[in-house]
């Protein structure tokens, strides 16, 4: 192409723009934001994964209807769902957990591995060989995938978990006791090490190579390499070798899936990343300094797991808000409202469960994801720089912003409150959004000439949130 003129590579740039993102169009798996990277691509759309989910055992546990499941989080609007692959499973009473889907009964746990006709498997059943695949296994395992990329929920698979103590040991399939390749002859706290657990890093590469194998063409899939490894002695050279493992398996492949870590509870700065992850998780990450501390990596911050205070909806209705509107992208409440029997999320817990989750809370995180989805969100970053007004202890304020053009505030506390923002000259449309009932105040234009505004804020119970748009 020969350029003669500004105007002939005034064209040119434009086409080899729409060029690209024709390109980028055709790879509409889950991948990160060629605009922001802070945030998601799914289906050639900008997204946020926001969900309230069961607790990890929807394919390992036979007893599990995931389609009702999957159906639950559908008709709320929540995109996302987490789970494990069957090298963990936890006994009954772990936790004080009641009802735990990590938890099969006797004969209904089932994993990667092939049972043996040998008897003596410490969960119940026979023996596993780890020589061998399960067929049933693989065939639960795609379909639950199959059928939650057909409601447009993402799912993050944590290939492996730590033992927090024997009791998981004790039924792990890669104990030796457990199973007949007389593999795994080991502590538990070298199981996820380089050096003193090698007989076991062979199973492990055939493990991930295997799946990353069998869900090539799924394009709903975040590989997480282990949940919580800063428990139990796993090594982050050990997570790292996993990592570069997915990485190589899927050098080939057209479009090649996401990893994620999981680095620590509540916040811990990142240094020196694998160049593989995309996705850095944590747990419990409340207030979100997690994302403000690592927000330089330019990559996808998560909370993919809350718990461990009290019950109540509110709690974790206001954890999900503020780590969104703290710029993060991965919202996910671990919901102990989905139980065998009960996989429609109406289960009525103990109070010494470990957590939360509802059918109320799940439609409140729907109005969280609606707000987000109404931003144009790739254009903002986390900034209360417009927002003059100091606040008391008793109320407190996170927000994202685009100057000048859109700005989403999230106020949160007991004590109502007058809320002053710094803004340019121009028209703007202001909404209030309660994000106890989802409902709406009427939108209000604000012809502003330019600096300081005060807005009333309408009374709430613990928290609101506020969209202004240039109009």
């Known amino acids: 192409m020969v350029l003669r003129n500004k105007c ?11 060029m690209s993102e024709s390109a980028l169009c055709q790879n509409r798996s889950i991948a990160l934001n060629v605009k922001n990277s802070h945030y998601f691509t799914y289906e050639g759309k900008p997204t946020v994964l926001i969900t309230s989910g069961e607790h990890y055992g929807a394919v390992l546990n036979l007893d599990f209807d995931y389609i009702t499941y999957l159906n639950e989080l559908k008709s709320k609007r929540l995109n996302l769902t987490r789970t494990f692959t069957g090298a963990y499973v936890e006994p009954a009473g772990a936790f004080s957990i009641s009802n735990n889907t990590l938890a099969p009964v006797s004969g209904r746990f089932i994993c990667p591995w092939k049972r043996s006709s040998i008897p003596g498997y410490n969960g119940g059943g026979n023996k596993f060989d780890l020589s ?9 395992l795609t379909d639950f995938v199959a059928q939650a990329q057909k409601r447009g929920i993402i799912i993050e698979l944590a290939f492996f978990c730590p033992f927090y103590d024997e009791s998981q040991w004790k039924i792990s399939p890669m104990n030796a006791v457990n199973n007949i390749n007389a593999i795994g002859s080991m502590a538990s706290k070298f199981v996820y090490t380089l050096d003193k657990g090698a007989d076991l890093l062979s199973v492990q590469k055939d493990l991930v190579q295997k799946i990353v194998h069998e869900l090539k063409d799924y394009k709903n899939l975040i590989y997480e390499i282990c949940n919580e490894p800063y428990f139990g002695g796993v090594s982050l050279e050990w997570q790292y070798h996993i990592a570069d493992i997915i990485r190589e398996t899927e050098k080939d492949f057209k479009n090649p899936h996401l990893i994620s870590q999981n680095i620590a509870n509540n916040t811990q700065k990142i240094k020196d990343p694998h160049a593989a992850v995309s996705v ?7 207030p979100p300094v997690a994302v403000a501390e690592n927000y330089n990596l330019n990559k996808v911050i998560g909370d993919n797991e809350t718990g461990f205070k009290g019950n109540a909806d509110e709690t974790y209705r206001m954890q999900g808000w503020l780590f969104i509107m703290a710029g993060g992208a991965l919202y996910n409440n671990l919901d102990y409202s989905f139980t065998i029997e009960k996989e429609d999320g109406t289960y009525q817990y103990p109070a010494t469960q470990p957590g939360g989750g509802s059918v109320t809370l ?10 987000i989805d109404d931003l144009d969100f790739v254009n903002m970053h986390p900034d209360v720089s417009f927002i003059t007004e100091k606040f008391s202890k008793d109320a407190q304020v996170q927000a994202l912003a685009e100057p000048g053009n859109q700005y989403g505030v999230y106020i949160y506390g007991e004590k109502k409150v007058d809320l ?20 709406k105040d009427k939108a209000k234009i604000l012809k502003h000439a330019g600096g300081q505004v005060n807005l009333m804020v309408p009374n709430y119970n613990k928290d609101i949130a506020l969209s202004v748009k240039r109009i």
């Open 132 to 140: 061998k695949w399960d067929d049933a296994y693989f065939a639960r």
């Open 420 to 439: 002053e923002l710094d803004l340019p000259a121009g028209s703007y449309k202001i909404e209030w959004t309660n994000t106890i009932t989802g409902l």
């Open 8 to 18: 002939s590579w005034t064209v040119a740039v434009a086409i080899l723009s729409i």
């Open 280 to 286: 850095f998780n944590f747990h419990y990450a409340t």
């Open 362 to 371: 799940r439609e409140q995180l729907s109005y969280l994801k609606h707000f």
